[in-house]
């Protein structure tokens, strides 16, 4: 079946260092990809999308390619801030033919960015 | 309303009582999902309603968890005899068929 997996965190980074969180995914159709984001005490929110193969999906600074032919999209930050400390999910939503799967989600990655 | 409301936002209940919780999805959503989160830990998906298809209740823990999807809008999660291992935060999301899913703020549920 469909399985999303992510680095194991914690992260923990210096404001301003270069970040990446790797996810892989697992797909019998034309999934779609999203990373979502959890601030402390908060809910989940969409970060950034993309819908096909090549697309790039950017939010906030925050970038992410889908990748058909390593089955990847890992978010990256150029120079990351102390209020991107979040917990981060990737997850994919899969499509085969005219029939929409359940969203699957990765086990979440958590980042701590220290000034 | 605008977004994924949730009721209540907290319940403290006592082992072996009944809960109902409630999620109120974006109007027009076909896609309805129940997850839980404990403490510190990841999504624990639970139940996935899309339009009139039959439920998937593959993430449900035991027969003790249950849901309904009344008139393809509002959803409720029963949990009957309450344990403790069942406090966590129950999350609710909708979408438009299987696209970007919007959250609801969350129940967070204490079973003393």
């Known amino acids: 079946g469909d399985s999303v997996t992510q680095m194991e965190g914690p992260v923990t980074l210096s404001e301003e260092a270069f970040l990446t969180i790797n996810c892989t995914y697992t797909a019998t159709g034309y999934p779609s990809l999203f990373w979502y984001v959890q601030y402390p005490g908060e809910g989940l929110q969409l970060l950034l999308k993309a819908t096909k193969a090549d697309d790039k999906g950017s939010n906030k600074g925050f970038e992410a390619t889908y990748r058909k032919e390593t089955t990847s999209f890992h978010l990256e930050k150029g120079s990351v801030q102390v209020s991107d400390s979040a917990v981060y999910f990737c997850a994919l939503s899969d499509r085969v033919k005219t029939s929409y799967d359940k969203v699957i989600f990765g086990p979440g990655t958590s980042l701590s960015v220290i000034p | ?112």
């Open chain 2, 1 to 112: 309303g605008a977004g994924v409301s949730q009721s209540p936002s907290n319940k403290v209940t006592e082992k072996g009582k009944d809960v109902e919780l409630r999620c109120d999805p974006i109007s027009g959503h076909t896609a309805l999902y129940w997850y839980r989160q404990s403490l510190g830990q990841g999504l624990e998906f639970l139940i996935y309603f899309q339009g009139n298809s039959a439920p998937d209740k593959s993430g449900l823990p035991s027969d003790r968890f249950s849901a309904e999807r009344t008139g393809g809008s509002v959803s409720t999660l029963t949990i009957q005899r309450t344990q403790q291992e069942d406090s966590a935060v129950y999350l609710c999301a909708s979408s438009l068929l299987s696209n970007e899913q919007f959250f609801g703020p969350g129940t967070r549920l204490t079973v003393l």
